[in-house]
């Protein structure tokens, strides 16, 4: 009897421990009564009848490799469904674009199981299905672009695929959150010939930029040459204005001066004799002075009416007639 009880004691243990479930957070187990869906169980301790209920397993990847240049997925099947976001690469693929040029694009999938049911039971391999579709649009989208539209449109096709793919996907259980081309590679014809052009183009813009600096530099030089010019015309007519007015002002002084000694020779020769006639004669002296002057020998002609002016000078005369 104790052989028996301890016997059923072991069988009740095992049985339990064979119903009981552990569900890990971020995971879902998908329980199966008799071959049918029963229910989905969520993170927690779950206890389930054995041999009646039973968890149904799904295919998944678990990491890819690389052998002899090409990439390989290892597939196997869990119970455990994963809702974490999980990251899957794409292996690079050939697509034509729309000006018939071949190209190389590998691509980075983010996708997320929301509905684990969805997923186990709607389509039979969930990861190929995905890249499957994730291949079939994308060669779609880029056989819509020319070259230099697909490398310069990136961000415009990793958008459009992901409306694509997160709305193909919803029947599965599935939230796509993002794609990211990761490399687009066209062929090494079209690289050189990509690089010559990016070359000439950038000879283009230094070629222009050198163009522009003479000619900034030519008319800073030629406004600076105008500059100096106005302002050594306005330093030319100040000069001349300010000369000007010196001349007039000495002038000014000079006359003056003379109409001051005039005056004084009007005063002094008031009464003693004529000061018109005096002045005239001072005046036609100084003539004379200024026409003997020079290094030259000079012979000079007085014609005889001076002596009618000098004479009515009071004194001027008798020294003119002693010297004669």
Request: aromatic share 6%; glycine share 4%.
């Amino acid at each position: 009897m104790s052989i028996f009880f301890l016997i059923l004691i072991v069988g009740v243990i095992l049985y339990v421990l064979k119903g009981m479930i552990i569900v890990e957070q971020q995971e879902a187990v998908i329980i199966q009564r008799l071959g049918q869906y029963h229910q989905t169980l969520a993170p927690g301790l779950h206890w389930i009848t054995p041999f009646i209920d039973s968890p149904r397993p799904m295919l998944k990847i678990d990491k890819r490799k690389s052998i002899d240049g090409r990439t390989y997925s290892d597939l196997n099947y869990s119970t455990r469904i994963d809702l974490r976001e999980t990251v899957y690469d794409f292996p690079r693929q050939n697509v034509i674009t729309k000006d018939n040029v071949t190209i190389s694009i590998n691509a980075l999938l983010y996708f997320q199981i929301i509905d684990a049911r969805k997923a186990l039971y709607s389509i039979e391999n969930l990861p190929e299905a995905i890249e499957k579709l994730t291949q079939t649009n994308l060669r779609n989208l880029v056989g819509q672009l020319a070259l230099d539209e697909t490398l310069v449109s990136r961000d415009i096709i990793n958008d459009k695929l992901r409306e694509i793919l997160d709305k193909a996907t919803d029947k599965w259980g599935v939230k796509v959150n993002r794609v990211e081309l990761q490399d687009i590679v066209p062929p090494a014809s079209i690289q050189q010939a990509m690089e010559k052009e990016k070359k000439a183009e950038q000879d283009r813009r230094a070629t222009i930029l050198e163009a522009e600096g003479i000619k900034k530099s030519a008319i800073l030089t030629a406004e600076g040459e105008k500059m100096a010019a106005i302002n050594k015309a306005e330093g030319e007519k100040q000069s001349e204005i300010l000369r000007a007015e010196g001349i007039a002002q000495a002038r000014i002084i000079e006359a003056d001066a003379e109409k001051e000694a005039i005056s004084r020779i009007v005063s002094a020769l008031a009464d003693k004799g004529k000061p018109d006639q005096y002045l005239i004669a001072m005046k036609y002296l100084e003539t004379l002075a200024n026409i003997s002057n020079g290094q030259n020998n000079k012979v000079v002609y007085m014609p005889y009416e001076a002596t009618g002016i000098l004479s009515s000078v009071d004194g001027i005369k008798q020294m003119f007639d002693k010297t004669k």
